[in-house]
């Protein structure tokens, strides 16, 4: 929602409008990428720390191992993973999974990747461009079509 507030609002330009979307969209990955993973770390270590109580209290399950259930968001999740891998996550990012989610799925399932972050960077320039465009050849239509009423 960003682009057409920066367009009609504040009458910035492309280059104005495209520098601070990805400016604001850069920063919320960086951000999120950092809340993820200290949510991830507290998860782990919440579960670690759950999971080393009950083997004290039952020491007969130290040997035991849960058995995975595969549910039908688990296999949705990695039927994503699987057929986009992290360059359609990361394109899917800004536009339909939002900056928090894209960053939170990227950090969780593709950490061991070294680029993560230059894909979702790409990702947000790729639509702030395409967003950017749109936004601002429709107001440039707009500003004629009332120019002449």
């Known amino acids: 929602m960003t682009f057409p507030v920066a367009i009609i609002e504040f009458r910035f330009g492309i280059g104005e409008t495209l520098l601070w979307t990805n400016l604001g969209g850069i920063l919320g990955i960086y951000f999120f990428a950092y809340l993820s993973r ?3 770390d ?3 270590s919440y579960y670690a720390r759950k999971g080393i109580n009950k083997k004290r209290r039952n020491p007969e399950r130290l040997n035991t191992r849960k058995k995975n ?3 039908r968001r688990n296999r949705r999740i990695v039927a994503i993973k699987s057929k ?3 360059p359609g ?3 899917a990012t800004p536009i339909l999974l939002s900056i928090p989610v894209g960053v939170f799925i990227v950090v969780r399932y593709f950490n061991h990747k070294k680029y993560k972050f230059m894909f979702l960077v790409a990702g947000n320039f790729i639509w702030s461009l395409i967003y950017t465009g749109f936004y601002g050849f ?3 239509i707009f500003q004629r079509i009332t120019a002449v009423l």
Request: charged share 5%; hydrophobic share 60%.
């Open 38 to 40: 200290k949510i991830l």
């Open 42 to 44: 507290f998860w782990h």
């Open 69 to 71: 259930v595969f549910t």
């Open 84 to 86: 986009y891998g992290l």
């Open 89 to 91: 996550i990361a394109l």
């Open 138 to 140: 429709s107001f440039h």
